[in-house]
Protein backbone atom coordinates (compact mmCIF):
# COMPACT_ATOMS: atom_id res chain seq x y z
CA UNK A 1 0.00 0.00 0.00
CA UNK A 2 2.83 2.43 0.70
CA UNK A 3 4.12 1.80 -2.70
CA UNK A 4 0.83 3.08 -4.24
CA UNK A 5 0.43 5.91 -1.86
CA UNK A 6 4.05 7.03 -2.94
CA UNK A 7 3.86 6.50 -6.66
CA UNK A 8 0.35 8.48 -6.75
CA UNK A 9 2.06 11.68 -4.68
CA UNK A 10 4.93 10.96 -7.30
CA UNK A 11 2.72 11.13 -10.53
CA UNK A 12 0.36 13.74 -8.54
CA UNK A 13 4.07 16.36 -7.97
CA UNK A 14 4.63 15.65 -11.65
CA UNK A 15 1.22 17.03 -13.11
CA UNK A 16 1.77 20.44 -10.55
CA UNK A 17 3.35 23.78 -12.10
CA UNK A 18 5.12 23.66 -8.85
CA UNK A 19 7.62 20.55 -9.44
CA UNK A 20 7.92 21.66 -13.43
CA UNK A 21 9.26 24.89 -12.43
CA UNK A 22 11.34 23.84 -9.63
CA UNK A 23 13.27 21.52 -12.23
CA UNK A 24 13.74 24.29 -14.67
CA UNK A 25 14.97 26.49 -12.19
CA UNK A 26 17.24 24.45 -10.52
CA UNK A 27 18.94 23.66 -14.03
CA UNK A 28 19.25 27.25 -14.86
CA UNK A 29 20.37 28.27 -11.39
CA UNK A 30 23.21 25.23 -11.58
CA UNK A 31 24.30 25.98 -15.42
CA UNK A 32 24.58 29.98 -14.70
CA UNK A 33 26.63 28.65 -10.98
CA UNK A 34 28.90 26.62 -13.33
CA UNK A 35 29.25 29.60 -15.93
CA UNK A 36 30.14 32.23 -13.63
CA UNK A 37 32.85 29.96 -11.24
CA UNK A 38 34.82 28.95 -14.20
CA UNK A 39 35.66 32.30 -14.88
CA UNK A 40 35.72 33.70 -11.33
CA UNK A 41 38.11 30.21 -10.87
CA UNK A 42 40.51 30.98 -13.55
CA UNK A 43 40.96 34.82 -12.45
CA UNK A 44 41.58 33.57 -8.72
CA UNK A 45 44.41 30.94 -10.20
CA UNK A 46 45.88 33.56 -12.57
CA UNK A 47 46.40 36.22 -9.53
CA UNK A 48 47.06 33.30 -7.22
CA UNK A 49 50.24 32.28 -9.96
CA UNK A 50 51.20 35.82 -10.85
CA UNK A 51 51.70 36.59 -6.64
CA UNK A 52 53.25 33.42 -6.21
CA UNK A 53 55.99 33.70 -8.88
CA UNK A 54 56.41 37.34 -7.32
CA UNK A 55 57.15 35.87 -4.08
CA UNK A 56 59.51 33.35 -5.41
CA UNK A 57 61.16 36.01 -7.31
CA UNK A 58 61.76 38.07 -4.43
CA UNK A 59 63.48 35.23 -2.25
CA UNK A 60 65.68 34.29 -5.29
CA UNK A 61 66.85 38.14 -5.57
CA UNK A 62 67.44 38.56 -1.17
CA UNK A 63 69.25 35.04 -1.58
CA UNK A 64 71.73 36.75 -4.45
CA UNK A 65 72.11 39.51 -2.38
CA UNK A 66 75.66 40.38 0.01
CA UNK A 67 74.22 39.33 3.55
CA UNK A 68 71.52 37.37 2.58
CA UNK A 69 70.65 35.76 5.77
CA UNK A 70 69.21 38.90 7.10
CA UNK A 71 67.28 39.48 4.01
CA UNK A 72 65.60 36.46 3.99
CA UNK A 73 64.95 35.30 7.26
CA UNK A 74 64.85 38.54 9.55
CA UNK A 75 61.72 40.81 10.07
CA UNK A 76 61.52 41.98 7.07
CA UNK A 77 58.28 44.75 7.36
CA UNK A 78 59.15 44.71 3.40
CA UNK A 79 59.23 41.06 3.04
CA UNK A 80 57.64 38.81 0.33
CA UNK A 81 53.78 37.63 1.11
CA UNK A 82 52.43 34.60 0.78
CA UNK A 83 48.76 33.70 -0.45
CA UNK A 84 46.47 31.61 0.05
CA UNK A 85 45.62 29.18 -2.39
CA UNK A 86 42.08 29.04 -4.74
CA UNK A 87 39.41 26.28 -3.64
CA UNK A 88 38.25 24.76 -6.83
CA UNK A 89 35.68 23.02 -4.35
CA UNK A 90 34.36 26.66 -3.61
CA UNK A 91 31.65 26.12 -6.58
CA UNK A 92 29.92 23.42 -3.88
CA UNK A 93 30.33 26.68 -1.29
CA UNK A 94 31.99 29.50 -1.08
CA UNK A 95 31.89 30.21 2.51
CA UNK A 96 32.27 34.39 1.61
CA UNK A 97 35.82 33.45 1.50
CA UNK A 98 36.31 36.46 -1.13
CA UNK A 99 35.59 38.51 1.71
CA UNK A 100 38.30 37.02 4.56
CA UNK A 101 42.04 38.25 4.16
CA UNK A 102 44.29 35.68 1.87
CA UNK A 103 47.83 36.97 2.54
CA UNK A 104 50.08 36.82 5.30
CA UNK A 105 54.24 38.15 5.16
CA UNK A 106 55.59 35.51 7.76
CA UNK A 107 59.49 35.65 8.84
CA UNK A 108 61.72 33.41 10.66
CA UNK A 109 60.60 35.74 13.78
CA UNK A 110 56.82 36.66 13.55
CA UNK A 111 54.08 36.98 10.85
CA UNK A 112 52.62 40.66 10.13
CA UNK A 113 48.69 40.25 8.49
CA UNK A 114 46.07 38.59 8.24
CA UNK A 115 46.08 41.26 4.95
CA UNK A 116 43.18 40.91 1.93
CA UNK A 117 45.08 41.81 -1.48
CA UNK A 118 42.70 41.28 -4.56
CA UNK A 119 43.15 42.93 -7.79
CA UNK A 120 39.17 43.82 -8.35
CA UNK A 121 37.24 46.23 -7.31
CA UNK A 122 36.95 45.44 -3.74
CA UNK A 123 33.12 47.16 -3.76
CA UNK A 124 32.04 43.93 -5.92
CA UNK A 125 33.10 41.55 -3.57
CA UNK A 126 29.71 42.60 -1.37
CA UNK A 127 27.63 40.28 -3.70
CA UNK A 128 27.25 36.64 -2.52
CA UNK A 129 28.35 33.43 -4.78
CA UNK A 130 26.06 31.83 -6.77
CA UNK A 131 27.03 28.41 -5.62
CA UNK A 132 25.49 25.09 -3.96
CA UNK A 133 25.34 26.22 -0.40
CA UNK A 134 22.85 29.11 -1.97
CA UNK A 135 21.05 27.55 -4.39
CA UNK A 136 20.22 23.88 -1.95
CA UNK A 137 20.29 26.18 1.34
CA UNK A 138 17.73 28.86 0.15
CA UNK A 139 16.06 28.19 -2.66
CA UNK A 140 15.61 24.38 -2.54
CA UNK A 141 14.31 24.52 0.98
CA UNK A 142 11.65 27.34 -0.15
CA UNK A 143 10.84 24.79 -2.86
CA UNK A 144 10.09 22.22 -0.29
CA UNK A 145 8.55 23.81 1.78
CA UNK A 146 6.21 25.08 -1.34
CA UNK A 147 5.70 21.06 -3.06
CA UNK A 148 3.57 19.60 0.84
CA UNK A 149 2.37 22.93 2.93
CA UNK A 150 -1.01 21.91 1.34
CA UNK A 151 -0.74 18.15 1.48
CA UNK A 152 -2.54 17.40 4.51
CA UNK A 153 -4.77 20.51 4.74
CA UNK A 154 -5.28 21.02 1.22
CA UNK A 155 -6.60 17.53 0.78
CA UNK A 156 -8.63 17.94 4.11
CA UNK A 157 -10.32 21.16 2.07
CA UNK A 158 -11.07 19.18 -0.94
CA UNK A 159 -12.15 15.72 0.54
CA UNK A 160 -9.32 13.72 -0.85
CA UNK A 161 -7.92 12.85 2.41
CA UNK A 162 -11.03 11.81 3.91
CA UNK A 163 -11.79 9.33 1.21
CA UNK A 164 -8.07 8.58 1.50
CA UNK A 165 -8.43 7.12 5.18
CA UNK A 166 -12.04 5.79 4.87
CA UNK A 167 -10.18 2.61 3.21
CA UNK A 168 -7.79 -0.31 5.31
CA UNK A 169 -4.70 2.70 4.58
CA UNK A 170 -2.87 3.51 8.22
CA UNK A 171 -2.36 7.26 8.88
CA UNK A 172 1.41 6.45 9.62
CA UNK A 173 1.62 5.40 6.25
CA UNK A 174 -0.19 7.93 4.34
CA UNK A 175 1.85 10.83 5.88
CA UNK A 176 5.31 8.36 5.06
CA UNK A 177 3.88 8.44 1.75
CA UNK A 178 3.55 12.30 1.01
CA UNK A 179 6.95 12.37 2.22
CA UNK A 180 8.82 9.52 0.04
CA UNK A 181 6.69 11.00 -3.04
CA UNK A 182 7.93 14.59 -2.55
CA UNK A 183 12.01 13.47 -1.18
CA UNK A 184 11.95 11.31 -4.54
CA UNK A 185 10.97 14.19 -6.89
CA UNK A 186 13.24 16.52 -5.20
CA UNK A 187 15.85 14.22 -4.65
CA UNK A 188 16.31 13.46 -8.65
CA UNK A 189 15.79 16.82 -9.77
CA UNK A 190 18.87 18.03 -7.36
CA UNK A 191 20.72 15.03 -9.06
CA UNK A 192 20.46 16.18 -12.15
CA UNK A 193 21.02 19.91 -11.40
CA UNK A 194 24.36 18.68 -9.56
CA UNK A 195 24.93 16.15 -12.59
CA UNK A 196 24.55 19.16 -15.25
CA UNK A 197 26.84 21.32 -13.23
CA UNK A 198 29.69 19.22 -12.82
CA UNK A 199 29.74 17.89 -16.49
CA UNK A 200 29.88 22.13 -17.41
CA UNK A 201 32.93 22.09 -15.21
CA UNK A 202 34.79 19.21 -16.28
CA UNK A 203 34.11 19.89 -19.82
CA UNK A 204 35.09 23.64 -19.66
CA UNK A 205 36.49 24.64 -16.11
CA UNK A 206 40.15 22.32 -16.51
CA UNK A 207 39.07 21.67 -12.44
CA UNK A 208 41.68 19.30 -11.40
CA UNK A 209 39.36 16.85 -9.15
CA UNK A 210 40.34 13.51 -7.54
CA UNK A 211 39.52 10.58 -5.72
CA UNK A 212 38.74 13.00 -2.28
CA UNK A 213 36.92 15.43 -4.35
CA UNK A 214 34.28 12.87 -5.65
CA UNK A 215 33.86 11.61 -2.05
CA UNK A 216 33.22 15.00 -0.79
CA UNK A 217 30.97 15.71 -3.52
CA UNK A 218 28.77 12.61 -2.80
CA UNK A 219 28.85 13.45 1.08
CA UNK A 220 27.25 16.84 -0.45
CA UNK A 221 25.06 15.35 -2.28
CA UNK A 222 24.04 12.91 0.86
CA UNK A 223 23.88 16.46 2.97
CA UNK A 224 21.64 17.78 0.93
CA UNK A 225 19.18 15.19 0.95
CA UNK A 226 19.24 15.64 4.48
CA UNK A 227 18.97 19.13 4.53
CA UNK A 228 15.77 19.03 1.83
CA UNK A 229 13.98 16.36 3.65
CA UNK A 230 14.13 18.60 7.23
CA UNK A 231 11.77 21.33 5.14
CA UNK A 232 9.45 18.70 3.63
CA UNK A 233 8.96 16.95 7.01
CA UNK A 234 8.67 20.57 8.21
CA UNK A 235 6.13 21.50 5.63
CA UNK A 236 4.32 18.31 6.32
CA UNK A 237 4.22 18.81 10.30
CA UNK A 238 2.73 22.51 9.72
CA UNK A 239 0.05 20.98 7.21
CA UNK A 240 -1.36 18.70 9.66
CA UNK A 241 -1.38 21.40 12.64
CA UNK A 242 -3.64 23.42 10.20
CA UNK A 243 -7.39 23.12 8.61
CA UNK A 244 -6.72 25.45 6.08
CA UNK A 245 -3.71 25.80 3.10
CA UNK A 246 -3.84 29.13 3.33
CA UNK A 247 -3.06 29.28 6.87
CA UNK A 248 -0.46 26.01 6.16
CA UNK A 249 1.24 28.70 3.83
CA UNK A 250 1.76 31.58 5.74
CA UNK A 251 2.80 29.69 8.70
CA UNK A 252 5.44 27.72 6.54
CA UNK A 253 6.71 30.91 4.96
CA UNK A 254 7.52 32.42 8.56
CA UNK A 255 9.55 29.34 9.97
CA UNK A 256 11.43 29.18 6.37
CA UNK A 257 12.17 32.77 7.26
CA UNK A 258 13.05 32.43 10.76
CA UNK A 259 15.58 29.46 10.06
CA UNK A 260 17.02 30.68 6.60
CA UNK A 261 17.72 33.82 6.88
CA UNK A 262 16.74 35.32 10.71
CA UNK A 263 18.72 32.83 13.20
CA UNK A 264 21.64 32.66 10.88
CA UNK A 265 22.16 36.19 10.61
CA UNK A 266 21.65 37.24 14.31
CA UNK A 267 24.40 34.43 15.44
CA UNK A 268 27.30 37.14 14.26
CA UNK A 269 25.37 40.33 16.27
CA UNK A 270 24.65 37.96 19.67
CA UNK A 271 28.66 37.10 19.43
CA UNK A 272 30.15 39.84 18.93
CA UNK A 273 27.84 40.87 21.97
CA UNK A 274 28.88 38.28 24.30
CA UNK A 275 32.57 38.77 23.44
CA UNK A 276 34.84 41.75 23.66
CA UNK A 277 37.60 41.37 21.00
CA UNK A 278 40.27 44.89 21.33
CA UNK A 279 40.80 47.00 18.73
CA UNK A 280 43.44 45.91 16.36
CA UNK A 281 45.27 49.50 17.50
CA UNK A 282 45.36 47.93 20.69
CA UNK A 283 46.25 44.54 20.41
CA UNK A 284 49.59 46.22 18.31
CA UNK A 285 50.23 48.12 20.95
CA UNK A 286 49.78 45.44 23.59
CA UNK A 287 52.29 42.95 21.51
CA UNK A 288 54.80 46.30 20.89
CA UNK A 289 54.86 46.87 25.03
CA UNK A 290 54.74 42.75 25.45
CA UNK A 291 58.06 43.10 23.07
CA UNK A 292 59.48 45.96 24.68
CA UNK A 293 59.44 43.84 28.49
CA UNK A 294 61.09 41.31 26.97
CA UNK A 295 63.88 42.92 25.34
CA UNK A 296 63.93 44.53 28.75
CA UNK A 297 63.94 41.21 31.01
CA UNK A 298 66.85 39.70 28.20
CA UNK A 299 68.96 42.72 28.55
CA UNK A 300 68.86 42.31 32.58
CA UNK A 301 69.79 39.14 32.41
CA UNK A 302 72.42 39.74 29.78
CA UNK A 303 74.15 43.39 31.37
CA UNK A 304 77.43 42.31 29.01
CA UNK A 305 74.85 43.42 26.02
CA UNK A 306 74.14 47.19 27.40
CA UNK A 307 77.31 48.71 25.22
CA UNK A 308 77.40 46.27 22.60
CA UNK A 309 75.59 48.42 20.09
CA UNK A 310 72.76 45.32 19.49
CA UNK A 311 69.84 46.69 17.12
CA UNK A 312 65.84 47.09 17.92
CA UNK A 313 65.12 43.63 16.55
CA UNK A 314 67.85 41.44 15.02
CA UNK A 315 70.68 41.73 12.61
CA UNK A 316 73.38 39.13 12.03
CA UNK A 317 75.87 39.06 14.37
CA UNK A 318 73.56 39.48 17.05
CA UNK A 319 72.24 37.12 19.31
CA UNK A 320 69.64 34.92 18.06
CA UNK A 321 67.85 34.35 22.01
CA UNK A 322 67.24 38.14 22.00
CA UNK A 323 65.34 38.63 18.99
CA UNK A 324 63.56 35.26 19.51
CA UNK A 325 62.17 36.05 23.01
CA UNK A 326 61.50 39.35 21.85
CA UNK A 327 59.23 37.93 18.63
CA UNK A 328 57.63 35.20 20.76
CA UNK A 329 56.09 38.02 23.22
CA UNK A 330 55.24 40.10 19.94
CA UNK A 331 53.53 36.81 18.20
CA UNK A 332 51.93 35.47 21.60
CA UNK A 333 49.77 38.88 22.13
CA UNK A 334 48.92 38.70 18.33
CA UNK A 335 48.01 35.18 18.05
CA UNK A 336 45.79 35.65 21.15
CA UNK A 337 43.97 38.57 19.31
CA UNK A 338 43.58 36.20 16.13
CA UNK A 339 42.27 33.17 18.31
CA UNK A 340 39.47 35.77 19.88
CA UNK A 341 38.59 36.75 16.65
CA UNK A 342 38.50 32.29 15.60
CA UNK A 343 36.88 32.03 18.80
CA UNK A 344 34.08 34.60 18.27
CA UNK A 345 33.23 33.02 15.15
CA UNK A 346 32.88 29.77 16.44
CA UNK A 347 30.60 30.96 18.85
CA UNK A 348 28.40 32.41 16.47
CA UNK A 349 27.86 29.27 14.83
CA UNK A 350 27.16 27.43 17.62
CA UNK A 351 24.48 29.90 18.60
CA UNK A 352 22.63 29.23 14.99
CA UNK A 353 23.20 25.75 15.05
CA UNK A 354 18.96 26.45 16.30
CA UNK A 355 19.09 26.45 12.28
CA UNK A 356 19.11 23.74 9.86
CA UNK A 357 20.12 25.81 6.90
CA UNK A 358 23.58 27.20 9.92
CA UNK A 359 24.53 23.41 9.77
CA UNK A 360 24.42 22.78 6.50
CA UNK A 361 26.09 25.82 5.25
CA UNK A 362 28.68 25.06 8.36
CA UNK A 363 29.05 21.83 6.82
CA UNK A 364 29.51 22.03 3.33
CA UNK A 365 32.25 24.42 4.54
CA UNK A 366 33.81 21.97 6.49
CA UNK A 367 33.70 19.16 3.43
CA UNK A 368 35.27 21.64 1.05
CA UNK A 369 37.25 23.83 3.22
CA UNK A 370 35.85 27.04 2.67
CA UNK A 371 35.38 30.38 4.72
CA UNK A 372 36.80 30.37 7.63
CA UNK A 373 37.55 27.35 7.82
CA UNK A 374 40.29 27.50 4.91
CA UNK A 375 41.45 30.48 6.89
CA UNK A 376 41.99 29.00 10.03
CA UNK A 377 43.86 25.68 7.66
CA UNK A 378 46.04 28.78 6.21
CA UNK A 379 46.87 30.35 8.90
CA UNK A 380 47.57 27.62 10.79
CA UNK A 381 50.31 26.43 8.36
CA UNK A 382 51.64 29.72 8.07
CA UNK A 383 52.74 29.43 11.77
CA UNK A 384 54.15 25.99 11.19
CA UNK A 385 55.98 27.79 8.05
CA UNK A 386 57.14 30.77 10.54
CA UNK A 387 58.85 27.60 12.49
CA UNK A 388 60.36 26.22 9.64
CA UNK A 389 61.91 29.40 9.00
CA UNK A 390 63.41 29.79 12.39
CA UNK A 391 64.93 26.41 12.30
CA UNK A 392 66.50 26.72 8.62
CA UNK A 393 67.74 29.93 10.44
CA UNK A 394 69.14 28.30 13.10
CA UNK A 395 71.07 25.77 11.23
CA UNK A 396 72.24 27.95 9.15
CA UNK A 397 73.39 31.17 11.49
CA UNK A 398 77.24 30.77 12.47
CA UNK A 399 77.11 32.44 16.06
CA UNK A 400 76.12 30.46 19.47
CA UNK A 401 72.42 31.82 20.34
CA UNK A 402 74.07 34.13 22.95
CA UNK A 403 76.40 35.30 21.13
CA UNK A 404 77.39 39.24 21.02
CA UNK A 405 80.02 41.12 19.68
CA UNK A 406 81.72 42.10 23.05
CA UNK A 407 82.79 38.12 23.16
CA UNK A 408 85.39 36.32 21.54
CA UNK A 409 86.16 38.47 18.35
CA UNK A 410 87.51 36.14 16.42
CA UNK A 411 84.32 33.98 16.68
CA UNK A 412 82.80 37.05 15.39
CA UNK A 413 84.88 37.52 12.49
CA UNK A 414 84.99 33.90 11.23
CA UNK A 415 81.00 33.84 11.83
CA UNK A 416 80.95 37.68 9.49
CA UNK A 417 82.11 35.89 6.84
CA UNK A 418 79.49 33.44 6.49
CA UNK A 419 76.93 35.83 7.53
CA UNK A 420 78.02 37.99 4.74
CA UNK A 421 77.98 34.85 2.31
CA UNK A 422 74.79 34.52 -0.24
CA UNK A 423 72.83 31.83 -0.05
CA UNK A 424 71.42 28.80 -2.07
CA UNK A 425 67.95 29.71 -3.21
CA UNK A 426 66.70 25.94 -3.01
CA UNK A 427 67.70 25.82 0.49
CA UNK A 428 65.31 28.09 1.29
CA UNK A 429 61.89 27.06 2.95
CA UNK A 430 59.28 27.33 0.19
CA UNK A 431 55.61 28.04 1.72
CA UNK A 432 53.23 25.24 0.41
CA UNK A 433 49.39 24.89 1.76
CA UNK A 434 48.20 21.87 2.25
CA UNK A 435 44.86 20.20 2.46
CA UNK A 436 43.53 18.27 5.27
CA UNK A 437 43.34 14.33 5.15
CA UNK A 438 39.85 12.95 4.69
CA UNK A 439 39.43 11.46 7.66
CA UNK A 440 39.89 14.83 9.44
CA UNK A 441 37.53 16.53 7.16
CA UNK A 442 34.73 14.11 7.98
CA UNK A 443 35.11 14.34 11.89
CA UNK A 444 34.89 17.97 11.67
CA UNK A 445 32.18 17.75 9.55
CA UNK A 446 29.90 14.67 11.77
CA UNK A 447 28.41 17.05 13.95
CA UNK A 448 26.51 18.87 11.47
CA UNK A 449 25.62 15.80 9.77
CA UNK A 450 24.21 14.33 13.43
CA UNK A 451 22.09 18.03 14.02
CA UNK A 452 20.25 17.78 10.66
CA UNK A 453 19.55 13.90 11.38
CA UNK A 454 18.00 15.42 14.71
CA UNK A 455 15.90 18.09 12.98
CA UNK A 456 14.09 14.99 10.40
CA UNK A 457 13.42 13.27 13.66
CA UNK A 458 11.88 15.56 15.80
CA UNK A 459 9.83 17.15 12.61
CA UNK A 460 9.00 13.88 11.29
CA UNK A 461 7.76 12.93 14.90
CA UNK A 462 5.57 16.05 14.94
CA UNK A 463 4.38 15.30 11.50
CA UNK A 464 3.26 11.59 13.03
CA UNK A 465 2.09 12.81 16.41
CA UNK A 466 -0.20 15.61 14.78
CA UNK A 467 -1.48 13.70 11.70
CA UNK A 468 -2.56 10.55 14.06
CA UNK A 469 -4.90 13.46 16.08
CA UNK A 470 -5.70 14.92 12.83
CA UNK A 471 -9.22 15.18 12.45
CA UNK A 472 -10.08 15.17 8.76
CA UNK A 473 -13.67 16.30 8.91
Not at 209 to 236: E, K, P, Q
Not at 354 to 373: K, Q
Amino acid sequence: MLYHIVINEIMDHLKSLRLMLTFVLLVVLMVVSAILFISDYHQQIEDYTQHRNETLAQLSDRASRTAALFYIYSFNFDGPWIYKTPNYLSFISEGNGRNLPNAFQPSAFRIYGPSKRIRSNVLLWRSDALDWALIIGIVLSFISLILVYDRISGERESGTLRLCLSNCISRSTVILGKFLGGFACLSVSLLLGMVIHLIILSAFGNIPFVTIDWIVIGLTFILSLLYISVFLMLGLFISSRTRESATSLVIALLFWAIFVIIVPRTGGLIASQVTDIPALYDASSDASRAERDARKNYDERNPELANAGVSGHWSPGEPLERAIEMSDAWSGVFDDYRNQMIHQVELAQKITLISPFACFTNCLEELVESGTVHYERFFSQVRNYKLTMRQSLLDTYPLPLKWHRGMTSEIYEEGSNVMLEKLDFNNIPKFQEKRTDLKTTINEALPYFLFLILFNLLFFAGAFVSFIRYDVR
